[in-house]
Each structure stands twice: as structure tokens, then as C-alpha cells.
């Protein structure tokens, strides 16, 4: 088609926000990937464009340079300017097939969606009885306002691309605090800092699993590593858990050929029980004889009410098989999105490159100020205030529910964390009441959420409750929640 019939009905605006000569370069460009203007057209020179649009010369010469410079145009001294004659314009843009149909997801792909890869996020403010949510009411905002100030003040100098394991400062905070509470053995040279746990446990199935590898899961448990650990394409194993923890001995007889164990045992999500010392012994025995990984999730461990917290898995093991993953989602809070893995030496080096592979390395800024806030003692003094605050919850939680919901409800273990996990004692469909919570102004997880939904139905006959959070919940709303339940429960039953 002739340039001028292509524009003819172009009109450059001199009152608009656009600058002309960026009106007519939008114009030209569009005609040419639309196809009205082909390759090899020639356009009309400077001066006889200016005289049709009424604009300067400077104005033509100014939207033809900008697209001679993206390659739409190209121009021979002498001879004029044309339509790049180059451009496969049918075959890239006007196809007209969407290009979804053409290339669908790859089998990898396919992992990362669908229900059991959904990850449920946060919404609106929180509200009795979410779960995974520490108390923000208690959080020393200020301190922490004050120590990024400085920071900014004083930027450290690693502000360029930093070491992939993450600040070194912040390692050996961590490395300090984790040998002392938790017994972690470790040195900073163990520590990567990553994304939360969630990204921890991505990065070290990627790394250790072969597509299909066995992998064994607590049976119910939290579908977020489930998630990642079917995103790394391993085989999820489900173990069923007991009043010990993980059962190790139906793992064996099920799945002996696992390459990797995922526990929670300080505090299993969702029941709540501390994996007994027997079971520990048993797991560590067999992973190490085995040459399994065994990734320990110690999530929650800070929140222990009736004593001081237990020692971790990783402090037992004598073969190196732990790999020990924390985040700072609990204790501090999950939009921090910092977590940690403590690798057995020998794996450090390849998971710190593992991590530089996936984004660099962690957010620098809120990694200084978290190291200056344990070294400057506000994160054990956050530790010992928060655990008051969340036992004064739970116990209220426990008080309300025993004085409401007692002939409905039994209650689980209440030792640690920052949820309570409640069975009714009527069968029922924990998820249709969950559901039905939404009307009362209540945010309820049930307890069947937590089983694979590859599991025969059957698996979950008799299971059926609530995870209820109550760190984020303060006292006088955590009694107006158990009301509401009580409302609500008296209409499902
Ligand atoms: C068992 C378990 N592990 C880890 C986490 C924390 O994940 P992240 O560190 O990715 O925030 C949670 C949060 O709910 C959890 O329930």
C-alpha cells in the first residue's frame, strides 16, 4: 500500500501530551507491524511530509531517525528512505494461531501448576483464626526503623552483585544463635541464606533429586513443601505421622528406596506433636546407612511454652545426612522472606551456586539490619516478649474453647507453636465448615487440607478439625472468634 493512503487519515495533535514527532513515529510503526505498510515501500521525503502535516522538518526527521535507529526503516543517502525490506512481519506477528496453542507448558512446567501447586497467600487484614502468621502488634517496628536508617546511612560497602550464600555478618549471627538455642552444629561457611524456606527446600531437591527420585513426606503435612518438592519433579511419598512423629518404620517398609526425608519434627504441621527421641534415632540410623537426605524443617521451634526449646535433629547426627532449613517468617514475619539452610559442609559450596543460579543472592539491605538486630540483642529480646504475648493467647484460646466448644471439639497438642490444632468429635466435612467460617467473619484452615489429594478418600476417614492461628489474634478477638465458631458450629450440626 501507498504511504499516504496508509496515513491518510493520520492527524498529529499539537495539544496532546505526546510529542508530535512521537505521534507520527507510533503511526508509522504501527502501520508497518500491522502490514499496511510492507517492506520495501518508500516513504516521502522530509520536506513533503512536513508541508502534509503542517509540522517542522525537524519533527519528520526526528520520527524517521528513531525508527531508522529500531530498525523499521533504512535509509540510502541519495535515494530516499524505505520500509525495511528485512522484516518477517507474516511470519511473527500476523499468524493469528495465539501463541499458548502452539507451545503449551513443558511437563516441568505442568508441576508448578494446578490445586496441589497452589500456594494460598495472605489477604486483607488478619482475622481469628489464620494460620501462619506471627503477631505484627508485637513487632518493634521501631527499632527496626531505626537500624535500617542507619544502615542507609552507612551503606555497607557489598551493595554491588554479593556473595550468593548470602552476608557474612548475617551468617554468623545466625550461625551463633543457631549453636546456642537450638544446637545446631554449624559454622557461617554452612549457612545460605535463601528466599524463605520455600525457596530452601526448591533449591536443595533440585539439587540432590533426580527426576522421580522417592521422597518422603509427613502424611498430613505442610503443601507448600509438597509444592516445591513436586515443582523438583521428585516422587512425594506420603508417611503417615503418629503421637511419635513421622511413623520411620512404615517409611522403610514403603518407600526404602527414598532419596530424601522431609520432617518437621520439633512441631509437625498440622498436628502439632514433637517427633519422639526413639524416632529420631531410627530416622538418622536409616537415612545414614541408607544415603538419605533428611531435610529438617524447624519452622516454629522458638515457641515453646513449657520449657525452653528442644534441641534440633541436626544436633544428633553424627554422618552429616541433616540438612538443616529455618526461616525468619515465624519469628519475625513472612513478608521478611528470609530463611536459611545449614548444609552439611560438604554440600555448601554447590547450593551456594545453586542459589546464585536462581536470583543472586538475597535482598542485601534487610540482611544487614537483621544481622545488626540479632547482634545487638533485639532479636532474643523479641523471642522472650513474643513468647509471653503468644502464650497469653493460646491460654486464652484454650480457656474459650473449653468453656464454649468443649462438647464439639477436642483439642490437640498445645506445648509449642503459634496454631492449635482441634478435632471435632462428630465426623464431618472440616472443609465445607471452613468455607461456611467465611460468613461469620472467620478465616478457618481444616485440618483434611493438609492430607495429598492424591490419598484415597479413605485415608482421611476420621479426619477432621481445624488449625487454628492465634499468634496474630490478640486476646478479646481470639474470644469473639470462638464465639462466632460456636454460632457457627451450632448451625452445621
Ligand atoms: C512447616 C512450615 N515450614 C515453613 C514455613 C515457612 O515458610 P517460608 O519460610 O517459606 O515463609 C511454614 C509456614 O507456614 C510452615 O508451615
Not at 496453542?101 to 505442568?110: F, K, M, N
Request: glycine share 8%; charged share 20%.
Amino acid at each position: 500500500m501507498h504511504f499516504a493512503d496508509s496515513l491518510a487519515t493520520l492527524r498529529l495533535d499539537p495539544g496532546s501530551a505526546t510529542p508530535m514527532f512521537r505521534q507520527l513515529y507510533l503511526a508509522i510503526k504501527q502501520a508497518i507491524l500491522a502490514g499496511t505498510l510492507g517492506p520495501g515501500v518508500q516513504l516521502p521525503p522530509t520536506r513533503e511530509l512536513s508541508t502534509m502535516f503542517g509540522v517542522s522538518r525537524q519533527t519528520i526527521l526526528n520520527a524517521y531517525s528513531q525508527l531508522l535507529a529500531e530498525g523499521y526503516l533504512s535509509g540510502v543517502v541519495g535515494k530516499g528512505t524505505f520500509v525495511s525490506s528485512s522484516l518477517p512481519i507474516a511470519n511473527a506477528l500476523n499468524s493469528g494461531k495465539p501463541h499458548q496453542l502452539i507451545r503449551p507448558l513443558s511437563a516441568r512446567g505442568e508441576r508448578f501448576t494446578g490445586p496441589e501447586a497452589y500456594l494460598p497467600y495472605h489477604q486483607g487484614a488478619s482475622r481469628a483464626f489464620r494460620i501462619g502468621m506471627p503477631g505484627l502488634d508485637a513487632f518493634p517496628f521501631d527499632v527496626w526503623s531505626r537500624l535500617e536508617a542507619r544502615c542507609w546511612r552507612r551503606p555497607p560497602h557489598e551493595l554491588g552483585y554479593g556473595d550468593p550464600a548470602g552476608y557474612l555478618p548475617l551468617r554468623e549471627a545466625l550461625a551463633g544463635y543457631l549453636r546456642a538455642s537450638r544446637g545446631v552444629q554449624c559454622t557461617a561457611d554452612q549457612i545460605i541464606i535463601t528466599s524463605g524456606s520455600q525457596q530452601a527446600v526448591y533449591l536443595i531437591a533440585t539439587m540432590l533429586l533426580m527426576p522421580e527420585d522417592k521422597v518422603w513426606v509427613e502424611e498430613p503435612g505442610y503443601r507448600g513443601i509438597n509444592a516445591s518438592l513436586r515443582a523438583a519433579e521428585a516422587c512425594i511419598c506420603p508417611v503417615p505421622v503418629d503421637n511419635e512423629g513421622l511413623n520411620v518404620a512404615h517409611g522403610i517398609s514403603h518407600y526404602p528406596e527414598a532419596r530424601l526425608v522431609y520432617v518437621t519434627p520439633t512441631h509437625q504441621l498440622p498436628l502439632g506433636m514433637t517427633m519422639s527421641l526413639p524416632r529420631r534415632l531410627e530416622l538418622l540410623g536409616w537415612a545414614s546407612a541408607n544415603k538419605t537426605w533428611v531435610v529438617e524443617d524447624d519452622y516454629d521451634s522458638e515457641y515453646r511454652y513449657g520449657g525452653p526449646p528442644l534441641a534440633s535433629l541436626q544436633s544428633l547426627d553424627k554422618s552429616g545426612c541433616v540438612i538443616y532449613v529455618g526461616t525468619l517468617s515465624k519469628v519475625l514475619f513472612p513478608g521478611l522472606r528470609l530463611g536459611y539452610i545449614v548444609a552439611p559442609p560438604a554440600l555448601a559450596q554447590a547450593f551456594t551456586q545453586g542459589k546464585a543460579i536462581m536470583d543472586r543472592h538475597a535482598p542485601l539491605v534487610p540482611q544487614a539490619v537483621l544481622a545488626d538486630f540479632i547482634q545487638e540483642g533485639h532479636f532474643q529480646r523479641h523471642i522472650r516478649r513474643t513468647r509471653d504475648v503468644y502464650a497469653e493467647r493460646r491460654d486464652t484460646l484454650l480457656r474459650a474453647i473449653d468453656a464454649r466448644l468443649s462438647d464439639r471439639l477436642t483439642v490437640g497438642a498445645t506445648d509449642t507453636g503459634l496454631h492449635l490444632p482441634v478435632m471435632f468429635r462428630q465426623p464431618c466435612d472440616d472443609h465445607v465448615i471452613a468455607k461456611a467460617g467465611l460468613d461469620h467473619g472467620l478465616e478457618l484452615r481444616g485440618l483434611s487440607y493438609f492430607y495429598n489429594e492424591t490419598q484415597a478418600d479413605t485415608r482421611r476417614v476420621g479426619v477432621c478439625g481445624l488449625l487454628l492461628g492465634f499468634a496474630a489474634i490478640p486476646p478479646a478477638e481470639i474470644r469473639r472468634g470462638v464465639d462466632r465458631l460456636h454460632a457457627l458450629l451450632n448451625k452445621q450440626f
